[in-house]
């Protein structure tokens, strides 16, 4: 193939980490409402240790944002952003709206959940549309009181709800999805518009090539989680360079010789990336590193969130947190907080690296975020290498 720019494995990190609003002071700039519309999908997740992945999220890019001016960024009224399927349950911009029509369709025909959907869904529906917005214990609880699957009938229905577009989630309450009518959320443009499953995903592909800066097949497929027509239909549109990517060559990255083997924002390749290196503790369910694959590929950073392993295989602990330094990830951290303490279960630094030389950012990494959640304290109780302990405890 020819014509196709050439990057080095660094060029390539570098664009990346700029693209995902991780190097220079402008990345700050717009606050979170920028910053989503930056990276398109801003992963939730139930699980809060220092904070909940958004947050996390949120505070990596723009460092100690207060926690409540995040959550209102996200979840405002009017609604700024929406809540639905991305790459795994996201955030979204709310001008998106119209651009999951293809996914909100493709539910409508597969007329199937996790769970058989209840015969009581247009009762449901006429509720919300009575009452107003609701959550699940305004309709009878999200459980039947057994497993976390075990849902009620009534759960199940507002979900399918939701998957299909009748109802939309752009605000929480203690953590809890509050439903609403689509029609009373979304502004009646978007509402309105009206896309073909290939419209969806050409403008989609650019959404998340751009959140991406430089990124595979593979990478776009799982940003998006596309298969079968729809993964087509993405290849398609990448050949054609109607997302507006294009196609690029990453030293050691796999691929054909001779073609490229990933795709690239134009933008992002008319300047060289420049700026301070965000040094930070990373979401396990942050963009950067929400591909495994990806994160090894692009920073030869093997990664396992081992909360689902039983305790006594773990190895970096319960939920350990990459620590982003110098345009690298240097190691990792399994936090915990035991009342005005940032506790640091293990601290491990990536082999190779030297103690004496990157001991300065573990503790960075650790003090801003032991401030940014109001800890005053920080305490690290176990490290590899060893020698590290003393000097994270400055003792």
Same mark, same amino acid.
């Given at each position: 193939?020819?014509?196709?720019?050439?990057?080095?494995?660094?060029?390539?990190?570098?664009?990346?980490?700029?693209?995902?609003?991780?190097?220079?002071?402008?990345?700050?700039?717009?606050?979170?409402?920028?910053?989503?519309?930056?990276?398109?999908?801003?992963?939730?997740?139930?699980?809060?240790?220092?904070?909940?992945?958004?947050?996390?999220?949120?505070?990596?890019?723009?460092?100690?944002?207060?926690?409540?001016?995040?959550?209102?960024?996200?979840?405002?009224?009017?609604?700024?952003?929406?809540?639905?399927?991305?790459?795994?349950?996201?955030?979204?911009?709310?001008?998106?709206?119209?651009?999951?029509?293809?996914?909100?369709?493709?539910?409508?025909?597969?007329?199937?959940?996790?769970?058989?959907?209840? *015969?009581?869904? #247009?009762? @449901?529906?006429?509720?919300? /549309?009575?009452?107003?917005? !609701?959550?699940?214990?305004?309709?009878? =609880? $999200?459980?039947?009181?057994?497993?976390?699957?075990?849902?009620?009938?009534?759960?199940?229905?507002?979900?399918?709800?939701?998957?299909?577009?009748?109802?939309?989630?752009?605000?929480?309450?203690?953590?809890?999805?509050?439903?609403?009518?689509?029609?009373?959320?979304?502004?009646?443009?978007?509402?309105?518009?009206?896309?073909?499953?290939?419209?969806?995903?050409?403008?989609?592909?650019?959404?998340?090539?751009?959140?991406?800066?430089?990124?595979?097949?593979? *990478?776009?497929? #799982?940003? @998006?989680?596309?298969?079968? /027509?729809?993964?087509?239909? !993405?290849?398609?549109?990448?050949?054609? =360079? $109607?997302?507006?990517?294009?196609?690029?060559?990453?030293?050691?990255?796999?691929?054909?010789?001779?073609?490229?083997?990933?795709?690239?924002?134009?933008?992002?390749?008319?300047?060289?990336?420049?700026?301070?290196?965000?040094?930070?503790?990373?979401?396990?369910?942050?963009?950067?590193?929400?591909?495994?694959?990806?994160?090894?590929?692009?920073?030869?950073?093997?990664?396992?969130?081992?909360?689902?392993?039983?305790?006594?295989?773990?190895?970096?602990?319960?939920?350990?947190?990459?620590? @982003?330094?110098?345009?690298?990830?240097?190691?990792?951290?399994?936090?915990?907080?035991?009342?005005?303490?940032?506790?640091?279960?293990?601290?491990?630094?990536?082999?190779?690296?030297?103690?004496?030389?990157?001991?300065?950012?573990?503790?960075?990494?650790?003090?801003?975020?032991?401030?940014?959640?109001?800890?005053?304290?920080?305490?690290?109780?176990?490290?590899?290498?060893?020698?590290?302990?003393?000097?994270?405890?400055?003792?």
């Amino acid at each position: 193939m020819t014509g196709v720019t050439e990057l080095s494995a660094d060029e390539a990190r570098r664009i990346i980490l700029r693209a995902q609003g991780l190097i220079g002071a402008d990345a700050r700039k717009g606050g979170v409402h920028a910053m989503l519309r930056r990276l398109g999908a801003v992963q939730l997740d139930t699980i809060s240790v220092l904070a909940r992945s958004h947050e996390l999220v949120a505070y990596a890019r723009l460092g100690a944002v207060g926690r409540s001016k995040v959550e209102r960024a996200y979840w405002h009224d009017p609604a700024q952003s929406f809540e639905y399927w991305c790459h795994a349950a996201c955030i979204l911009p709310i001008e998106h709206w119209p651009l999951y029509s293809f996914r909100r369709r493709a539910y409508r025909e597969r007329k199937f959940r996790w769970h058989e959907v209840p *015969d009581n869904v #247009d009762k @449901l529906l006429d509720q919300v /549309r009575e009452s107003g917005p !609701l959550t699940t214990s305004d309709v009878g =609880g $999200a459980k039947n009181g057994g497993p976390w699957w075990d849902w009620s009938d009534s759960k199940i229905g507002l979900e399918w709800l939701l998957d299909i577009g009748e109802l939309v989630c752009s605000r929480r309450v203690g953590w809890r999805r509050v439903y609403d009518l689509a029609e009373r959320v979304v502004p009646a443009d978007l509402l309105a518009e009206d896309l073909s499953d290939e419209e969806c995903i050409v403008r989609l592909a650019g959404i998340a090539g751009r959140s991406l800066g430089v990124a595979n097949r593979t *990478d776009l497929l #799982d940003f @998006l989680r596309l298969r079968g /027509r729809h993964a087509a239909i !993405l290849d398609e549109v990448l050949l054609s =360079g $109607a997302a507006g990517l294009v196609p690029v060559t990453v030293a050691g990255w796999p691929g054909k010789k001779g073609q490229g083997n990933a795709w690239a924002d134009p933008a992002g390749l008319e300047s060289e990336p420049r700026g301070r290196h965000r040094t930070t503790l990373v979401s396990p369910f942050d963009s950067l590193i929400w591909h495994r694959e990806r994160t090894k590929r692009v920073f030869g950073f093997t990664y396992t969130l081992e909360l689902y392993v039983p305790k006594h295989k773990r190895v970096h602990g319960y939920f350990t947190m990459p620590v @982003l330094a110098g345009g690298r990830l240097i190691g990792r951290v399994d936090p915990a907080r035991e009342g005005s303490t940032l506790v640091a279960r293990q601290v491990h630094l990536e082999p190779g690296l030297s103690p004496a030389k990157w001991a300065d950012a573990l503790s960075e990494a650790l003090w801003s975020a032991a401030e940014w959640v109001g800890c005053d304290t920080v305490r690290v109780e176990r490290t590899d290498p060893p020698e590290l302990l003393p000097i994270l405890n400055g003792t």
